[in-house]
């Protein structure tokens, strides 16, 4: 990763000082430091560094609108508010203004070496996530699936694209955000579903809400299991899985979405076939926070 250039702007010269400390520990370069919206407009007209740290409470404006100032200069110029005052309005209003990352003050220094990380994380993080994703996952499937069953499927048709694929009745997809978004979906027929739920209740499911929810916790598990393990391989990724979504019925698709990173692969069970994909892209929006 290049050498980063860091500004950080705060009402406080003990905070500016706290703050220039941490991030020159981290490695990074503090070219300036302002107090004001004048010095904002100053010292990044003059700096044009990559990474601002904003406080909100600014004399006579705040940090919104040093933020619009600086990205009036350059537009490229990534934001991470760092303040003592979080609530979802100031987080919401942050976003609206292209601010890229939160840090609540007091700052932990390894919270905000990550969060300026993961900002600036050029393409080489990219193409590391491209290189260890797939076979991540399918680990983590058989591993889970073993711990679960006592059985190992066989994985084959694997395939690195991006295409609309018909789900054999119940598909289990959760979302993943982190530097990079994506989604991983498990897809399977009922039938395969029922018996699985019932190899991992060791009895038959008490209706099909409970088959769906246990398939859903399945599903979960060896998703968060492989991002874990892709953040312990690079902790710039900084994965985290949503809650999954579950959908079933006749006649669904698996829809194709924009994703620069497509993967999956068919795992033969001893309970039936499952569909496993794994997706990732980069975005506008990247958002970094410690909350």
Known sequence: MKDIRVVVVDDSPFSIAVLTDMITQSGFSVVGSAGSLEEVIEVIGRERPDVVTMDMTIPGTDGLECTR?????????????????????????????????????????????????RIMADEEVFDELRRE????????????????????????????????QPSMGISVAMGIIGKYTGRMIFDMSNETAEKLSMAVLKRPSKNFDEMLAMMGEFSNIAAGNACS??????????????????????????????????????????FGDMYISIGFRRGDDEWMSNI
């Open 133 to 164: 994703h797939f076979s991540t996952v399918k680990e983590s499937f058989l591993d889970t699936f073993n711990k679960f069953t006592k059985t190992l499927p066989e994985l084959k048709e694997e395939n690195h694209g991006n295409n609309e």
């Open 229 to 270: 393990t892709l953040n312990r391989k690079n902790k710039i990724f900084g994965l985290r899985v949503a809650p999954p979504t579950i959908f079933h019925g006749e006649s669904l698709n698996i829809s194709k979405i924009d994703l620069e990173i497509a993967s999956s692969v068919t795992a033969v069970t001893a």
């Open 69 to 117: 100032a600086v990205h009036a200069i350059d537009k490229d110029i990534k934001v991470i508010v760092v303040s003592s005052m979080m609530d979802d309005e100031i987080v919401r209003k942050a976003k609206q203004n292209k601010v890229c990352g939160y840090i609540q003050k007091p700052v932990d220094p390894e919270d905000l070496s990550l969060t300026i990380s």
